[in-house]
């Protein structure tokens, strides 16, 4: 009663403290000059990894081709060649499945550059530059949400391939194996569309300036068919592939018989990708704008 | 020693090349701590790119600055983590909601889980967009959108904030909005430098003002000081006869001591005064003398008048000229 009294008493004043609320709110706010210690290169990267995540939720149409493309190829690779090149179908599985598992990743990393073209060019890269943060964190973090797309993808070709009649001899812990490979293997040739997605105007240009280079580098490789069919100098090429030695390494893990030298092998393209690239995209993101 | 302790930002013949173009070409700037500095320049003058070597996005071509103290080349992380930048166009993730884009910057300045969501609360309470935290930022509106930027720039409140063009394209709530904004950051002992268009802006705002045009400061000074070389005013005359226009002008130069000019409309007359109350006494001969008048209009010289007063010409590139008739006052 007393309250209604006093309010009714003095609406200006009332009114007054209504208005000067936001602003004495915005002036506390500000007052706070809290500055938490820096956290390190990981923490920023995996802040930059939720971001691409993020962006997943509110465009989910581009996990589409993520999730579309591995599923055609191999049903259509399984079928149309099946019977031709080893008899049965059953068969060509066993011995394509893995080398599709590698094409896949391979071609979803080109997403890395297609995504980074259009988004470096937003003003919001303005504030991470002028950010006291690890500097490479923003494209490590976007590779590092890559890294569940080519999970993603991987396990979806796995279960097809397990829906087929593909049956890895090695188990689980082979193909869990094999996926860790192949995240490795994807985000050091993340770093090559990266300074693509860097480097070319547009992200057309990416994708056309990718798929030159990636449809070589898939079909002159042992993931379709045997190599020892090819002409010499085919033979060359493939065994100068870095493709060729990832799926070698994930026949091994999956189906049995991998040796130190093949992992190796799979191995040493990602580090070397990494050593000459990722300095490169390092000094063209600097320069951006 | 002291008096470098005072300032926030020194910089030396800044001078930055874009292949010919010259962007900036040799800036000396002075900004004391706490204040608020505007730096005043029509479009293409060069004032995103100082700011831009100022925030250390940029290096410079030569010349050197020192910003808190610390020289943005060789010590660009020092500058970095005590300044923040609103840029000219959106600084934030148009994809994600304003209260995803807050949480991300407090993670990245250290914030953990639950203290970055709770300061990006704050923040958005703060800026009145808690109705609109969960909506992207590309629904927002253009004021909406300036508020997100500028609280993005204060997840950890900066020694030093570069705004740039803060009020270009704003309604005037907004536009009122921003300089509470402003002034807020000041009185709680932020340095600002803004840049703007609006000589109006900077004179509500700015302890100094530096004009710069084609990379080049031309004038530098308070408010006050610019105001001097300029006018504080300018007044518009309407009036009814043409051939009344020669005794008009006669009278107001007579009593204003100042050049009054005609304008391409025969009936026009245009004056730069220093005293308003002086002008309208002037205004108020001119009946006396039998002269109609059709109308007249006071307010703030537009930054085409500052230029023509400082250059002797208008800035480039030729924008539409801009009247300030709407302000008389």
Known sequence: MNQSNETTMNPPLNQESV????????VRTIAVRERPANPGAWSNTVAFGWRALLKIKYVPEQMFDVLVTPIMFTVMFTYLFGGALAGSTADYLQFLLPGILAQTVVFTSLYTGVTLNTDISKGVYDRFKSMPIWAPSPLVGAMLGDVLRYTGASIIVVLIGLVLGYRPEQGLVGVLLALVLLNVFGFGLGWVFTVLGLILRTPGAVMTISWLVLMPMTFVSNIYVD?????????????????????????GLMSGGVTLGQLGLSLLTPVILTAVFGPLAMRLYRRKR | MSSQHELAIQ????????????????????????????????NGAGKTTLVRMLATLLPPNSGQAKVLGHDIVTEAHHVRSRISLTGQFASVDEDLS????????????????????????????????????????????????????????????????????????????????????????????????LTTQYLEEADQLAER???????????????????????????????????????ARQILSDYLLTAVHPEPDPTALTVQYSDSSLATAALAELPKAGIVLAGFSMGQPSLDEVFLALTGRPPEPTRAAKDVEGAAQ
């Open chain 2, 98 to 193: 304003g209260r995803e884009n807050l949480i991300l910057l407090a993670r990245l300045l250290g914030f953990k889980g639950r203290a970055a969501k709770a300061r990006a609360d704050e923040l958005l309470a703060a800026f009145d967009l808690a109705d609109a935290a969960n909506r992207q930022i590309k629904n927002y509106s253009g004021g909406m959108r300036r508020r997100l930027d500028i609280a993005a720039s204060l997840v950890v409140t900066p020694d030093l904030i570069f705004l740039d063009e803060p009020t270009t394209g704003l309604d005037p709530r907004s536009r009122n909005q921003v300089w509470d904004i402003v002034r807020a950051l000041v009185a709680e002992g932020t340095t600002v430098l």
């Open chain 1, 19 to 26: 208005s000067l609320e936001p602003s004495a709110n915005l």
């Open chain 2, 11 to 42: 910089a030396r013949q800044l001078t930055k090349h874009f292949g010919t173009t010259k962007a900036v070409n040799g800036v000396d700037l002075n900004v004391r701590r706490g204040s608020v500095y505007g730096v005043l320049g029509p």
């Open chain 2, 209 to 247: 003002i530096a004009v710069i045009d084609h990379g080049v400061v031309i004038a530098e000074g308070t408010s006050r000081e610019l105001k001097a070389s300029v006018g504080s005013g300018v007044m518009h005359v309407q009036l009814q006869e043409p051939e009344q226009r020669e005794q």
């Open chain 1, 227 to 251: 190599p020892a069919t090819m002409p010499d100098f085919l033979q060359t090429l493939v065994a100068f592939n870095p493709v060729t030695h990832l799926v070698s390494a994930l026949r």
